[in-house]
């Protein structure tokens, strides 16, 4: 087990880093990080109920996690916080692959942090956002069924 002083503990952590983190991917799992200035860094871990259904496989994903990045601890740099969240391939990875991972995503951070951040605009929702979206764009409405007339 980490050590409790570098351990992110409350829910509020958790959702801040999931909506503002800055994300890099590997193969096993998403490295959600934010520079937040405390040091020892912080760092958690996440397996969705979504991805992993059963209690036991999220558990088994996060406690290999665990177990991969203990030895790495002292390799990340002080003041981030961060979470790591499993992918689906992390439940059938081997040991090694999972701790390679997660050093390669750790050394690539610091540097990844220093870049600027453009978050790409989230598309529209309904389906009618997304012809007035195609329509300002001139796409041509894809053949098909004509629209149907409104009945009153």
Known sequence: MLPKIV???HQSDFARLSVKGRPLYGPFCILR???SGSTPSKI??????KIFRKAT???FVRRRMREAFRPLLSKVPHGYDMI???RPEAKKADFEEI????EHLIEKMPKEMERPYIRRPKAPKSRKGQIEYAKQLGVPRPPGRPPQEKKT
């Open 33 to 35: 990080a934010w520079k």
């Open 57 to 59: 496989e999220r558990n």
């Open 99 to 102: 701790r390679k991972s997660l």
């Open 84 to 86: 790591f969240v499993a």
């Open 44 to 49: 958690g871990f996440v397996a969705s109920g």
């Open 7 to 9: 351990r992110l503990r």
